[in-house]
């Protein structure tokens, strides 16, 4: 069945440093959202990528989407404590309208 | 602002007991969810609903079930509680849109501890 890998599972970083958590599918997604959940918190939806190749920015926060709808990136520059959290990818695969999520990465940022 | 209120935020119960895990939305969402959310493993779906006593399996739905008999609730059963349905469960819910996927909503989460 289809399968959405993501990398890595944690990162330290200090902060001021840029982060990037990687999103892989197995197959090719009709579109891909990304997650926040802060410690103790629930996912909170961050954006929603649908064309092949597209870029959105959020603040410090950038997303892609892969030419070939099969992989994305979430990329924070310069990063802050407030960053602290596990992000999540999420894909529908064509045909389907079940979203599959990634297993997460962890953000841990060091004051 | 949507909400999605589960009934509990922490729950014990013991191996072999019927456990009823509830979910209410007030945006009145046609989809609801269940996952378990353990670490290392992301968002497991369970149960999904996408209409008022519909439902279809999930990756994992072995020893669960759920009940939607009304719009805004979504109701997931642990037939017979066992130690390794241990977990945090959160529930979802999300519009249906023209255009495919919408953001999920999510509760706050019931820490299901079996003992």
């Known amino acids: 069945g289809q399968q959405v890998m993501q990398i890595p599972q944690y990162q330290h970083v200090q902060e001021g440093e840029d982060f990037t958590t990687y999103c892989n599918s197995s197959?090719?997604?009709?579109?891909i959202q990304w997650y926040k959940q802060r410690p103790g918190g629930h996912p909170v939806f961050l954006i929603q990528l649908v064309k092949s190749g597209e870029v959105k920015k959020q603040k410090r926060l950038t997303f892609q989407f892969g030419e070939a709808k099969k992989n994305s990136s979430l990329h924070i520059t310069a990063t802050q404590t407030t960053d602290v959290g596990t992000y999540f990818c999420a894909g529908q695969g064509g045909g389907g309208f079940k979203t599959i999520f990634g297993a997460g990465t962890r953000l841990f940022v060091k004051a | 602002d949507v909400k999605v209120t589960q009934s509990s935020r922490y729950l014990v119960k013991r191996t072999g007991e019927k456990v009823f895990l509830e979910c209410v939305q007030d945006?009145?969402?046609?989809?609801m969810f269940w996952y378990r959310q353990d670490p290392g493993l992301g968002l497991r779906l369970i149960y999904f609903s996408y209409d008022v006593k519909m439902k279809e399996k999930g990756d994992i739905p072995e020893g669960y079930s759920v009940s939607r008999e009304k719009k805004e609730r979504f109701s997931l059963i642990l037939e017979s509680a066992s130690t390794n349905q241990t977990s945090m469960y959160l529930c979802?819910?999300?519009?249906?849109?023209?255009?495919?996927?919408?953001?999920?909503?999510f509760g706050d989460g019931t820490r299901l501890s079996i003992l």
């Open positions: 945006m009145d969402h046609e989809n």
């Open positions: 979802a819910s999300e519009v249906v849109a023209g255009g495919g996927a919408q953001p999920q909503h």
């Open positions: 197959t090719t997604l009709s579109n």
